[in-house]
């Protein structure tokens, strides 16, 4: 049996949200990109709308739903605001982490925070001398009686600025690489604890930044799942991510092509409307097919995680290709758009900005491309670390 099609609740969840997106996110997208906030407001609303807690149980006040759903929430809100789909995407790849590897305490003091949209949670991997290479991070974590001592930068932290505690990859046995890291979940208030914002090209909303921890005292039962097994935890989680990552990108993207084919419509030259132009038309195609086989493809993907089938290679090309394909067509929207667009009056220049910005996060082109070559040519192909 193939079947493409959303169950019923799904179909009025999606209906819920595109309205919500049009009416309350769209209006104010640029406002808090301008502005440089991160409307907290709108995270605890989309608490009360059940999307914080899509991954998290129903004993921990989250809305147990699956994946496919948690993927039409983040196309939806991609409409809307795309800086808020962050809400969506971490909140699912962190409500995952601690449903399946924290202890029952730490469920239950964060999980229900978490969907009701109260705090903020990050998640702390990159450095500034290990990005693709995650493996080879340097923060450290060293057992002193009842707890870890964490020290080490971390960078690139999306929510870094606005975050109420963040799950950090350290190593617990540096001898070992990807063996020796360790997850924990480190509160932003706890002393040593700094965290310093950038300034970003896009994504201004998410405040992202570093994480400093010096000699951070971390009880030990803030320890993630088993000791040195983090690393591979977290890499089942980026499966999630990467689609709603893609499905968020194909949200903005295809909102600006919706705007746009309004545009062409009405807009004239040489006294036709500019639609009736292929080579206006055309493009809008282009992009058009490529967004429906990203989105599908991402859609496949999170069926294929309900369904519990390995789905890394569907995941990595929603990541490399999902971004890619949105930011191409956004851009292309905003020169069918003519010069306005060029301005800050319309969405088109910040959805680029926004956008791309995913290309990077959670795994370059580069990175999603070792893990599908990878499955399809075979690991013992892949480039190997040189040994220091
Ligand atoms: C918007 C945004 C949000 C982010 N949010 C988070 C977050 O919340 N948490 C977090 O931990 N990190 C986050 N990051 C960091 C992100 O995960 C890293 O930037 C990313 O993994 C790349 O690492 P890097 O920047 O160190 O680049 P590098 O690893 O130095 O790579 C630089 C370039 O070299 C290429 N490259 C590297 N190795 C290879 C190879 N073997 N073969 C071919 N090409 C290669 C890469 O593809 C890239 O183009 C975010 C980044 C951005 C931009």
């Not at 104010?28 to 608490?47: A, Q």
């Not at 903020?120 to 991997?125: E, K, L, R, S």
């Not at 020290?151 to 001898?175: C, H, M, Q, R």
């Not at 082109?365 to 070559?373: C, E, H, L």
Request: contains cysteine; glycine residues 10%; negative net charge.
């Amino acid at each position: 049996m193939l079947n493409f099609s959303f169950t019923e609740e799904q179909d009025y969840f999606r209906k819920m949200l595109r309205e919500f997106a049009k009416e309350e996110l769209l209006p104010n997208y640029s406002k808090w990109d301008r502005e440089g906030i991160m409307p907290r407001h709108l995270w605890r609303k989309l608490g009360e709308l059940g999307v914080n807690g899509l991954r998290i149980p129903l004993e921990y006040e989250g809305s147990g739903a699956d994946c496919v759903t948690a993927g039409i929430a983040a196309e939806e809100l991609g409409r809307g605001d795309f800086n808020l789909t962050y809400a969506v995407m971490l909140n699912g790849l962190i409500g995952e982490i601690i449903t399946n590897h924290a202890r029952e305490e730490l469920k239950r003091e964060w999980l229900p925070m978490i969907a009701r949209g109260e705090k903020i949670v990050g998640i702390a991997i990159t450095e500034p001398s290990a990005g693709t290479d995650a493996g080879g991070i340097k923060t450290t974590a060293v057992r002193k009686g009842n707890v870890f001592v964490l020290n080490g930068e971390k960078s690139g932290i999306s929510v870094a600025t606005v975050g109420d505690a963040f799950i950090v990859f350290a190593k617990t046995n540096p001898e070992l690489g990807n063996r020796g890291i360790s997850a924990f979940i480190v509160p932003a208030d706890l002393p040593g604890v700094e965290c310093k914002g950038y300034e970003d090209m896009g994504n201004i909303a998410v405040g992202r930044g570093s994480v400093y921890l010096n000699d951070v005292e971390v009880p030990e039962e803030n320890l993630i799942g088993m000791e040195n097994n983090g690393f591979y935890q977290v890499m089942n989680g980026f499966d999630l991510s990467r689609l709603l990552i893609g499905l968020q990108c194909v949200g903005a993207a295809s909102q600006s092509i919706d705007e746009t084919i309004e545009h062409v419509k009405m807009r004239t030259s040489f006294g036709q409307p500019l639609a009736n132009y292929q080579g206006v038309s055309f493009p809008l195609v282009t992009h058009y097919t490529q967004l429906e086989l990203i989105k599908w493809q991402a859609y496949r993907g999170l069926w294929l995680r309900d369904q519990g089938v390995d789905h890394s290679k569907e995941s990595s090309s929603v990541k490399w290709l999902g971004p890619k394909y949105s930011v191409e067509a956004i851009h292309e929207c905003l020169l069918l758009n003519g010069h306005y667009a060029y301005t800050k009056e319309m969405a088109h220049e910040q959805r680029l900005r926004d956008v791309i910005g995913l290309e990077i996060g959670d795994g370059t082109a580069q990175a999603n491309m070792m893990v599908i070559a990878k499955k399809i040519i075979g690991k013992e192909f892949r480039s190997v670390p040189v040994k220091k």
